[in-house]
Structures are given as structure tokens and as C-alpha cells.
């Protein structure tokens, strides 16, 4: 069985000062001793600390797969850009068309990039990385807020995945868990996003 990982790092990855349960070598040994796929998808500074590809490599391989961005789409006289009907049936959503596009822009210093909103947000990463990487059996994404709502993924809190970790590892041989005085689960902020998913999909705009 082949799982890709999301890791967010924040309060949810044993790393200062927004430490969390999940100790760093875990994330390391998920994504270098086994087959899973191991992403950073919240704060990109993980991709430095347990060693794994991020935002970065997401859009390198958006682009060895589908191209420059800028083929999807168009501009109008707004100037937002709209995604044409170009899109492959395979491909990724055309929010996320327009979103690479504003990554790569950010990363070329185009001054226009704010009618776009900005670079990839938290959940278009994740859902970015589920398009890359369809055929996994398992869509897992680690995050201490709540993204239940993603399509085709699991989501697990950081103690959830604690709780869960000896299916996916050798807890003996790594060590225990980090201990954090952090709410187990769930923060008022996750109960009411919960509550919204129930009556239907909600989005999240944060952008880290």
C-alpha cells in the first residue's frame, strides 16, 4: 500500500518554536525509508528540517507534466486570468491552474501577482498534491486545522496521527512522541468548520 503524506509543521512537527507531537525523525523516516510519498504542505520550512519536497517541487512537477501554466490560461481586460478549456482530463483544477501561475510569478517578481490572489494557499497545495499523485491508496493529510473537507483525503490531527502511527512505522526502533500541551484534537475553529462540512463544502482561504 502506497500513501502520500501531507505534513503541515506548525504546531503539528517536533521543530521550535510551534512545536507539535510529531517528532521530526518520523517525518524523515516516512519519507526516505519507505515507498510513501512525503510532502510539505503548510509551512515551508519543513522541507529543510525532515528533508522533503515542498510547494517548490510541486509546481516543478505541474510543469514536467502539463506544461507552462500560462498555456492554460488567458487574460482579460480586468486583467484576472481565466482558465481556458485547454485543460487535460487528467489535470488539475483551473483554481489551481491560476494559482500555480501566481507561485511562479511570485518566484519571478511579476508585480501583477496580486490579481491573482497570491501563490498557492494551504488546501490548494494539498489538493495540488492529490492531482499529482492520483493513484495513491491512501490521501493523508496531517494538519492541526481542519481540511476534512478536502476531497479524496483522510485528514488526521497531529495526535490522531500519533495515535495511528504504528501502521505506517517502526515506533520501537524511532522513539516516542513529542509531549505538548496542545488540545488533543479538536479547536472550536475545527468544530465549527466540521459543523459547516456537514451542510456542505466550505474553502479555506489561509495562505500558509
Given at each position: 500500500m502506497q500513501c502520500v503524506f501531507a505534513f503541515d509543521r506548525d504546531?503539528?512537527?517536533?521543530?521550535?518554536?510551534?512545536?507539535?507531537?510529531?517528532?521530526?525523525?518520523?517525518?524523515?523516516?516516512?519519507?526516505?525509508?519507505?515507498?510513501?510519498e512525503v510532502w510539505a504542505t503548510g509551512n515551508q520550512k519543513l522541507t529543510d528540517e525532515a528533508d522533503i519536497p515542498g510547494t517548490d517541487e510541486m509546481v516543478d512537477l505541474f510543469l514536467e507534466r502539463w506544461g507552462p501554466p500560462e498555456e492554460l490560461v488567458r487574460y482579460r481586460t480586468n486583467p484576472k486570468l481565466e482558465v481556458t478549456d485547454g485543460i487535460p482530463d487528467d489535470g488539475p483544477a483551473p483554481d489551481l491552474v491560476t494559482a500555480v501561475v501566481g507561485h511562479v510569478q511570485c518566484d519571478t517578481g511579476i508585480d501583477y501577482v496580486d490579481n491573482l490572489g497570491g501563490p498557492l494557499n494551504r488546501q490548494q497545495r494539498?489538493?495540488?498534491?492529490?492531482?499529482?499523485?492520483?493513484?495513491?491508496?491512501?490521501?493523508?493529510?496531517?494538519?492541526?486545522?481542519?481540511?476534512?473537507?478536502?476531497?479524496?483525503?483522510?485528514?488526521?490531527?497531529?495526535?490522531?496521527?500519533?495515535?495511528?502511527a504504528e501502521t505506517f512505522m517502526d515506533l520501537e526502533a524511532l522513539g516516542p512522541p513529542v509531549a505538548v500541551d496542545l488540545p488533543p484534537y479538536y479547536s472550536w475553529r475545527d468544530e465549527w468548520k466540521a459543523l459547516r462540512h456537514a451542510n456542505g463544502p466550505i474553502t479555506d482561504q489561509e495562505d500558509d
Open positions: 504546531d503539528c512537527v517536533s521543530v521550535s518554536p510551534k512545536t507539535g507531537p510529531i517528532p521530526t525523525e518520523w517525518v524523515r523516516y516516512l519519507a526516505h525509508e519507505t515507498d510513501h494539498v489538493r495540488l498534491l492529490g492531482t499529482l499523485f492520483p493513484d495513491a491508496d491512501l490521501h493523508i493529510v496531517i494538519d492541526n486545522r481542519y481540511l476534512g473537507y478536502l476531497e479524496d483525503w483522510i485528514h488526521l490531527f497531529p495526535q490522531q496521527f500519533v495515535d495511528l
